[in-house]
């Protein structure tokens, strides 16, 4: 069975754990490097990863935690929230946990901010990233002017 929860802080172990090795399996998909973060590698970091701003999410495979996302949601509630950390375990890939990720962020969002714009930002040669956005309603809306190698896209029901 497939079910997808909130992480709080106080789940920073199980952030800890799938992001290193999210950060080591695929480094081309994020920002942050597998160094950086074991540099950082502290238990006050990894609960920072998931208040304030960020709100984490896992989704549990067999109630094994096997992907993960987060939202960064800033104070300003023009301003568009960010779809951010998406990593699936390479075991659990191809089963709708990536989709499943979505809809719980969605539905977060949903409830929390209405028709706020959800975006992220993609790696434009990452393929099966940018088929499961274009698959769970998301465009492309151009390139991330902060990145070349990116594109941002946004959720078309959001906009
Ligand atoms: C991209 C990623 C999150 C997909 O996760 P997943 O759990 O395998 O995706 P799902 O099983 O939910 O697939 C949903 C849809 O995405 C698309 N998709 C997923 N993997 C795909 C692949 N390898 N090739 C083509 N399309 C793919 C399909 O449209 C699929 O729908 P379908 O199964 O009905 O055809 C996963 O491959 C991953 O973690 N990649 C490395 C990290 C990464 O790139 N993160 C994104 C950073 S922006």
Redesign the pocket.
Known sequence: MISARRLGPEDWEIWRGLRLRALDQ?PE?FGTTLEEAVGADSPSHWRAALEGAMTGFVVEDDGVPA?IGRLLIEVDPDAPVELIS???DPAH???????ALIAAALDHLAARRPGTRLR?A?VET????R??YE?CGFAVIGPNPEDDAELLMEHAGAR
């Open positions: 695929a998909a992907a998406v990593w699936v890939r191809g089963r709708g946990l990536g989709r992220l993609v990452n393929a099966p990233a088929r499961l698959s």
